[in-house]
């Protein structure tokens, strides 16, 4: 059934609202790096779903407001310009919820009210800007804080879930029908683990990394992990999708269907190449299009490619090429010798001839 008017219209405007969210918060997030350090961290701006976005519409909005001071430092007062904190420098309000500042040089958090959700105490404060997070904090126990930093999470209602420690924490998902967070955690024995905003290990430090592959998303969180020189695919509740193996790539290849896809690639001997697979083509031997349930989709005796202009991939098998979508079903089976990729010209050459693929399919 179609959309009514009035229906598409709200649509229309959550897609707006959702859009001038989620610029705001990109932009927020270049603003607010010069208060945190440079985490190599997930950032969900672009890919929340828009029940998320509407849901934070709701939200009761931050009953405050910044104001600079002659000397340069900021007051947070209430509506009726009464001072609830003052001397602050830095501050920023974050998500219409949270008050980011330092007083003193140390960074600390605060709510509308003036009350302190994290104490004003910590060396750095790292929070995901579109999301209302928990929060990472750090203290440099030494002047060489590259080597005596210690982390640990307060939520967003200032409880510890994680006590400071000799760790490294990033936020790694958030769920946004669970208004529930995630970190990995690397322990000062090298081990990582995923933990959710409520304390809870959903995967026990075991793994000498964790590589998030669809955060944010809506989906429940796939990882690739690694120990020693292997790698497979876990979920977040643990479960093994594609087990530990030696030359394994592993990433997302789409998640627009109910299972999501993964394209694991075989790595020739002794590779230690990492990043997408677009990136590693030479060190690729053969890949495997694997559902988020570990069933076989598809297999490849080449590296499978993207076309530079299409949403279309080019498979091998028995030595002729084909092409899939992004979905993984085949267009056209392997029948093809090679193929010229130029953009929106693509030809594929069967039997000497060169073919145009517009003349073999509907590219509409």
């Known amino acids: 059934m179609s959309a009514t008017p009035t229906q598409a219209n709200k649509d229309d405007r959550l897609s707006i609202k959702s859009m001038s969210l989620k610029t705001a918060c990109a932009s927020f997030m270049i603003a607010f790096g010069m208060l945190t350090s440079a985490h190599a961290t997930v950032n969900c701006a672009g890919y929340l779903p828009n029940s998320y976005f509407e849901r934070i ?3 009761v909005k931050f009953a405050g407001k910044l104001t600079e001071q002659a000397d340069g430092s900021q007051q947070l007062q209430d509506l009726n310009g009464n001072v609830i904190l003052d001397s602050l420098t830095d501050a920023y309000i974050v998500m219409d919820t949270y008050l980011l500042a330092k007083q003193q040089g140390k960074h600390g958090v605060a709510n509308a009210a003036g009350e302190i959700i994290v104490p004003f105490e910590y060396d750095e404060i790292h929070i995901e800007p579109d999301i209302a997070t928990s ?5 440099h126990t030494s002047d060489d804080a590259s080597n005596t930093t210690k982390q640990g999470i307060i939520n967003r209602h200032g409880n510890w879930i994680y006590p400071l420690a000799d760790a490294r924490i990033q936020h790694a998902h958030y ?6 967070d995630f970190f990995t955690i690397t322990d000062d024995k090298g081990l990582t683990g995923l933990l959710d905003d409520r304390g809870y290990w959903a995967v026990m430090p075991q793994y000498d990394a964790i590589n998030p592959l669809n955060a944010c998303t809506g989906d429940p969180l796939y990882m690739q992990v690694s120990s020693q020189d292997k790698t497979a695919l876990i979920d977040q509740n643990n479960d093994v999708i594609i087990p530990l193996a030696t030359n394994q790539h592993i990433e997302l290849f789409n ?3 109910e299972v999501p896809l993964f394209l694991r690639s075989t790595l020739v001997a002794g590779s230690s190449a990492e990043g997408m697979s677009e990136d ?3 060190d690729i031997e053969s890949a495997q299009i694997i559902d988020a349930n570990g069933k076989l989709i598809l297999s490849s005796d080449a590296p499978i490619k993207k076309l530079l202009y299409h949403q279309l991939y080019t498979y091998k098998q028995a030595g002729k090429i084909g092409l899939i979508n992004d979905k993984g079903n ?17 030809w594929l050459e069967n039997q000497g001839k060169m073919l145009r693929l517009e003349h073999l399919i509907n590219l509409e």
């Open 57 to 59: 519409e709701n939200n």
């Open 330 to 346: 085949v267009v056209l089976e392997p029948q093809f010798n090679s193929y010229h990729d130029d953009a929106d010209e693509v």
């Open 255 to 257: 998640s627009y269907g």
């Open 175 to 180: 769920d946004p029908d669970y208004d529930q």
């Open 135 to 139: 929060f990472i904090v750090s203290l």
């Open 280 to 282: 590693i083509q030479d």
